[in-house]
């Protein structure tokens, strides 16, 4: 991992059990660290906020802000013991409006959710000045959950796949790649020039396989 970069946030991708894994992306400026999984089948369900936040503290470095999704209603156990124990966190509910727009100004969002996935989008392009400078992790699973989501623009602005008719058509929730997104979505970037990154830490580039729905 790069030195001398603290940490900048985590993206936590809380779970209720089950099938579904809790998934933390903990994110170092422009670098991703290798995602920390926790299987659904390890989680108890009797003290799932007490875990979750445990999980959290243990993996989390430099007062990194806490992205906790709270869409399917699994975080708010985790957000409570968190808040209590003094630690800043950020709520992201994917459904909530949004108010920004595109990098060109063009072109606004249907909502939080497709803003999130959409700024990753842009960060990643490989065409900017410069290039990207985001490095992800070598990670198959989360390199087809960025890739998957399609999107349509109607009157309300961009719209990505929503979660449930993508869980539908992949057969599993990607969780991986909502909890980078959240990761980048919320804490400082201050994009570190100079960094020399080790050569398996090159950046991937996966901006290029989103497609416009059909």
Known sequence: MPTDIPMSSMGVDASGGGKDPMMIAPRYDTWFAPLIEVPGRDLPLDKMGKFATAMIVANRRDGALVVLDMGGGYGGAAYEHLRDNKIEVMTFKGVDASV??????????????????????????????????????????????????????????????????????????????DAVVMAWYGGSTQMWGGQVFKRHEKPVYVTKRMQRSR
């Open 100 to 177: 920004r727009r595109t990098k060109d100004r063009q072109l606004g969002f249907y909502n939080k959710r497709s803003e999130a996935i959409w700024k990753f989008r842009e960060a990643l392009d490989p065409d900017q000045d410069g290039g990207s400078p985001i490095a992800l992790p070598t990670d198959r699973v989360l390199l087809a959950d960025l890739t998957a989501p399609t999107f349509e623009v109607p009157a309300r602005g961009i719209k990505v796949e929503n979660k449930e008719d993508l869980v539908k058509r992949l057969g599993r929730s990607t969780d991986r790649g």
